[in-house]
């Protein structure tokens, strides 16, 4: 373990202090990291379908950024939990540099190898970045965590209004003509984040070890194996709550072009209903976070994926822009209240030397799960139609629910 991770708190610096610089530092590296991905997001699926000569395999693009930050996220948690959060977080930013200029070299030279390479570690730039409410995570209290995560994940909300403003006036020109200027905006983004993530100190996790140590009556316990972890009541509930709920949530998102297209809109108005999206997902977390604590994660998880359940019919259904955008506003919103729950309850069930690992394979297996569901939902809507899509969607969202009910009765047995 190194000196720095080993580093104490300066005795003249309060600890709410350094865990409010800290918990800045990290949301503006996620203003970062989202900047980034919304440049991914809109041109990555156009990027491959004009390399490639073939628009049915337009989905890899995303599908890849995808399926390389959730095995990223899987991996790169259990080294957090072995090397501490903020050498881990500057390795992906790092790796993102990379992985943006080697994709604006591809996109000049119209080279697909080289697209995939920088769309792969984009990828891992991205899953290893969430992973910074990890450390939001280690630097609050069990009752007020989840709002800690909210204050790190907020900074997403500039990053998704920031990368349009800045990208938006490179991508001018001819739809089937790629521009690698943009790639080099997003290494800038890259490097910034490096930058905010370095700032961070001390690390994360030696604040919660700290805080623990006060609070604590005996040696410290010993991580445990994560299949065990998985075992412990509650986890497993909480992990399929985040999986499904982010599924979800990235099927709807890259299905809504497709759905307002095929409903006669022009692809212009596609991107102020993904703007209610982003808004939906991030502007109000911080409210979502207090939401949280007052009702309690259980009970908050079921009101997320109702909203989502809801909302995803309403996409499938409505017709207009605007009714487009309040649904998909909803999706944003349902994720929301879902996933953060679920990243609290993990976070409460886990102890530091735990958190990165198990909140990985979660991540793990939410990116995958969003990569498939990305790559079917088109076969779907054209098999069983946009209502059978809607219901399909709606079902899976409102599945974890049962789960959750039948943890809290074996709650309610265990304390009678």
């Keep these: 373990m190194s000196n720095k991770h080993n580093a104490t ?33 809109a041109v990555a699926a156009a990027t491959f379908a004009i390399l490639t000569g073939a628009p049915l395999l337009a989905g890899m693009g995303p599908a890849l950024f995808m399926l390389s930050g959730s095995i990223a996220a899987l ?22 540099v990379c992985g943006a200029l080697i994709t604006a070299v591809g996109v000049r030279q119209l080279s697909l190898p080289l697209v995939v390479t920088g769309f792969v570690l984009l990828g891992i730039a991205f899953g290893t970045g969430l992973l910074s409410r990890v450390a939001a995570a280690d630097m609050y209290t069990p009752e007020r965590r989840a709002w800690g995560i909210a204050l790190v994940l907020f900074g997403a909300v500039f990053g998704a209004l920031l990368g349009p403003l800045v990208f938006m006036p490179m991508l001018q020109g001819s739809a089937t003509q790629l521009a690698d200027t943009p790639w080099y905006g997003a290494a800038g983004f890259m490097l910034a984040g490096l930058v905010l993530v370095l700032c961070v100190r001390p690390d994360p996790r030696r604040i919660a070890e700290l805080m623990a140590a006060q609070t604590a009556s005996g040696p410290p316990v010993a991580a445990a194996p994560l299949k065990e972890i998985l075992r412990r009541p509650g986890v497993p509930t909480a992990i399929i709550v985040a999986v499904t709920s982010y599924a979800v949530m990235v099927g709807m998102m890259a299905m809504i072009g497709y759905l307002m297209t095929g409903h006669g809109h022009t692809q212009q108005s596609v991107f102020p209903v993904l703007s209610a999206h982003f808004m939906g997902m991030f502007a109000l977390v911080l409210l979502v976070g207090k939401f949280i604590g007052r009702i309690g994660r259980p009970r ?12 995803v019919l309403a996409v499938m259904l409505v017709h207009s822009v605007t009714l487009n955008a309040a649904a998909l506003f909803g999706v944003g919103l349902g994720w929301n209240i879902s996933f953060v729950a679920a990243t609290a309850e993990l976070t409460a069930l886990t ?53 959750v009910l039948r943890g809290r009765q074996l709650k309610v047995r265990a304390a009678g």
């Design 351 to 403: 102890t530091a030397a735990e958190r990165g690992s198990v909140i990985g394979f979660s991540d793990l297996l939410a990116g995958s799960s969003g990569a498939l569901i990305t790559l079917l939902a088109g076969v779907a809507a054209n098999t069983i139609g946009l209502v059978g899509l809607s219901v399909a969607g709606a079902t899976l969202a409102l599945l974890p629910v049962i789960s």
């Design 9 to 41: 708190l300066e005795p003249a610096t309060p600890l709410a202090k350094v865990i409010a610089r800290n918990t800045l530092l990290l949301a503006v590296s996620m203003a970062a990291l989202y900047a980034m991905g919304q440049l991914v997001l």
């Design 300 to 311: 908050a998880m079921m009101v997320g994926l109702v909203v989502l359940a809801l909302s």
């Design 75 to 96: 991996l790169a948690g259990r080294a957090m939990d072995r090397y501490g959060r903020v050498p881990v977080l500057a390795t992906g930013f790092g790796v993102g």
